[in-house]
């Protein structure tokens, strides 16, 4: 694999972080600019899927298929589950200590409470005692995802095909169960077929991407764009509430899948066509993505938010 193929796989992900921080940023206005939705709507609609197709993708480039199965379980513990209990116990002890002083809604994370600690331990997200996780999440997602896919793929390579249409089957049932009844699972298993789903597509785009090239043309690209917001606007409107996959809002499944795989295909062509240009700050947020998932809602937003506080008061 080439410099030339990695820098604009790294810029892709600088480019796909860089929307991630906007999307919470932005969030913080919403309360008080409507409008902002109407923004928010695009972003969240392929940002995350973006994230799984491009892990998946990555995953097409590495050669991993002679190593066993409990040593790659193995880097990704950790690469992914350790940062997630890393981090997660810096972010309490930032929380508790000076968050929590500063804004009075976090104030019940001055007295301890074993909730905390059961609730981070599971990965519990989207509950008053797992706060000071915020995107933190995705890292248990993709690595759940990462480890069911080497369980089917090495089946598959097994010629167990039969396996793998049984292991498909039931994670498309554990989604649709999930997401109708608005259920959160501990380490955020719920939103695992959602991301496999997404992880596949990349490592299969990665396969054929020599062939699926020649379909890359502007044509397709702005067919892709045209598309792409028709679908996530008829989305929203049909179900009136924008794709979240932190609190399982995805509207029609339908329509969700459609928009996020046309943004991916449309932001595919950006990178390809332009990612390859020397540019420093997209090539190190994409270096350091798991860095600034970690840490940049949980620390850098809300000190933005502090300080907007004290300068409207």
């Known amino acids: 694999m080439t410099n030339h193929r990695l820098q604009w796989i790294d810029n892709g992900r600088g480019v796909a972080m860089l929307l991630v921080i906007l999307g919470h ?3 913080l206005g919403v309360s008080r600019f409507s ?3 109407a923004l928010l709507v695009p972003i969240y609609a392929f940002h995350l899927p973006l994230f799984f197709f491009i892990s998946g993708y990555l995953r097409g480039l590495s050669q991993k298929r002679n190593q066993a199965l409990n040593q790659v379980v193995k880097k990704y513990i950790k690469r992914l589950v350790l940062s997630y209990y890393g981090f997660s116990i810096l972010a309490f002890f930032w929380f508790k200590y000076f968050i929590s002083h500063f804004m009075s809604t976090f104030s ?3 007295n301890w409470d074993n909730q905390f600690l059961f609730s981070t331990l599971l990965g519990l997200r989207d509950t008053p005692y797992t706060a000071h996780i915020g995107a933190l999440w ?4 993709l690595f759940f995802v990462e480890v069911f896919f080497e369980i089917l793929l090495r089946s598959g390579m ?3 095909l039969v396996y793998q249409i049984i292991g498909f089957g039931l994670l498309v049932c554990v989604f649709l169960t999930v997401t109708t009844r608005g259920i959160t699972l501990p380490f955020s298993l719920d939103t695992v077929p959602t991301g496999l789903f997404f992880y596949f597509l990349g490592y299969k785009y990665r396969k054929k991407e020599q062939t699926l090239e020649r379909y890359e043309s502007k044509s397709t690209f702005l067919f892709a764009c045209l598309f792409f917001v028709i679908v996530i606007y008829l989305n929203y409107w049909l179900s009136q509430e924008r794709i979240d996959i932190f609190h399982g809002d ?3 499944f339908i329509l969700f899948f459609a928009g996020a795989i046309s943004g991916i295909f449309a932001a595919l062509f950006l990178f390809k066509k332009f990612g390859n240009k020397d540019c420093r700050l997209l090539n190190f947020v994409g270096r350091h993505t798991l860095f600034f998932m970690a ?3 949980t620390y850098f937003i809300l000190i933005i938010q ?5 300068l409207i008061s």
């Open 35 to 37: 409008f902002i939705n």
């Open 250 to 252: 995805y509207g029609d």
């Open 25 to 27: 940023f932005l969030v």
């Open 108 to 110: 019940y994370y001055q």
């Open 295 to 297: 840490t940049h809602q």
């Open 306 to 310: 502090i300080v907007l506080i004290y």
């Open 138 to 141: 995705f890292l248990l997602s």
């Open 158 to 160: 097994k010629n167990h």
